[in-house]
């Protein structure tokens, strides 16, 4: 069992950051892949971000490429989400996943386990 609990959520305006995080805890052996999904009302789940727990490698989905920045500090347990210039369309519950192995994936089925998620909302 893998238990998760993001924070960071928060309104800002256009063009603001804002910095997530996600504590992990539970069966934290091995090799496994933290990633950020969101959901806006009314739409699917999505994929932003993911990182091999172990390397740091990375995976970015096209709207986050270039304005976020997903990392983790091992000595906590913890992977971040840096967001850079904030965009209206950003506004939606971003949830933190987990899921053994080094594959980088994209897809909801792929991940064993999930965080609460916490709310972003940017006004324009």
């Known amino acids: 069992q893998v238990h998760m609990v993001e924070s960071g959520g928060g309104l800002v305006q256009a063009g603001d950051s804002l910095r997530l995080s996600c504590a992990v805890s539970?069966?934290?052996?091995?090799?496994?892949?933290l990633a950020w999904f969101r959901q806006a009302p009314g739409q699917e789940r999505e994929f932003v971000a993911a990182?091999?727990?172990?390397?740091?490698?990375?995976k970015y989905a096209d709207s986050a490429k270039g304005r976020f920045t997903i990392s983790r500090d091992n000595a906590k347990n913890t992977v971040y989400l840096q967001m850079n210039n904030l965009k209206p369309e950003d506004t939606a519950v971003y949830y933190c996943?987990?899921?053994?192995?080094?594959?980088?994936?994209?897809?909801?089925?792929?991940?064993?386990?999930w965080g609460q998620g916490t709310q972003v909302t940017v006004s324009s």
């Open positions: 990182i091999t727990w172990n390397a740091g490698n990375t």
């Open positions: 539970g069966r934290t052996i091995g090799s496994y892949v």
């Open positions: 996943s987990w899921r053994q192995g080094t594959r980088l994936a994209t897809w909801t089925a792929e991940y064993e386990f």
